[in-house]
T-cell receptor
């Protein structure tokens, strides 16, 4: 069964304290792994798509990596404005997205 | 460029009443999605359109939910009658084609009382 699991459910960091969020997946026929950011009361905002193991993408303080079983979202020297819920999703062979439940990230000043 | 526009932003209705949500996708995006998101969970796909054709509606509770995308542009999602368990955020998203990153609207927060 296709499945996406994100960990931890919540993460509290001090401003400047780097860390990583994990997205583990099982899917038949991966058609991309997607990272989104969601602020309260808003729809998810697209961050990255990764298509093959070994691929990496960066945007400001965020860096996403992909292996055959999981993806990491690394946050370097985070700021309070990075606080949000980060969602991971994988595309299956039918191009349907299977979503994780998200990691709620809180950055304290 | 205008993003995905949804209305209304909030809706409170009594159970058994009907409700409708509207979505205007990004111009030129052929693929449109309706999702439902409960608190603390990821989005759950309700229906996917390729142009005006519903290509994946397996998760849509068809006894009370209906959707349409006339002319392959705007879309509406309707619930009739609404139940307490329908309270959630209803999100619309669009993409240029399947398999590409989606752009989401801000969603409609539905509360059924």
């Amino acid at each position: 069964e296709d499945q996406v699991t994100q960990s931890p459910e919540a993460l509290r960091l001090q401003e400047g304290e780097s860390s990583s969020l994990n997205c583990s997946y099982t899917v038949s026929g991966l058609r991309g792994l997607f990272w989104y950011r969601q602020d309260p009361g808003k729809g998810p905002e697209f961050l990255f798509t990764l298509y093959s193991a070994g691929e990496e993408k960066e945007k400001e303080r965020l860096k996403a990596t992909l292996t055959k079983k999981e993806s990491f979202l690394h946050i370097t020297a985070p700021k309070p404005e990075d606080s949000a819920t980060y969602l991971c999703a994988v595309g299956d062979s039918n191009y349907q997205l299977i979503w994780g439940a998200g990691t709620k990230l809180i950055i304290k000043p | 460029e205008a993003g995905v526009v949804q209305s209304p932003r909030y809706k409170i209705i009594e159970k058994k009443q009907p409700v409708a949500f509207w979505c205007n996708p990004i111009s030129g995006h052929n693929t449109l999605y309706w999702y439902r998101q409960n608190l603390g969970q990821g989005p759950e796909l309700l229906i996917r359109y390729e142009n005006e054709e519903a290509v994946d509606d397996s998760q849509l509770p068809k006894d009370r939910f209906s959707a349409e995308r006339l002319k392959g542009v705007d879309s509406t999602l309707k619930i009739q009658p609404a139940e307490l368990g329908d309270s959630a955020v209803y999100l619309c998203a669009s993409s240029p084609d399947r398999g590409q990153g989606y752009t989401f609207g801000s969603g409609t927060r539905l509360t059924v009382v």
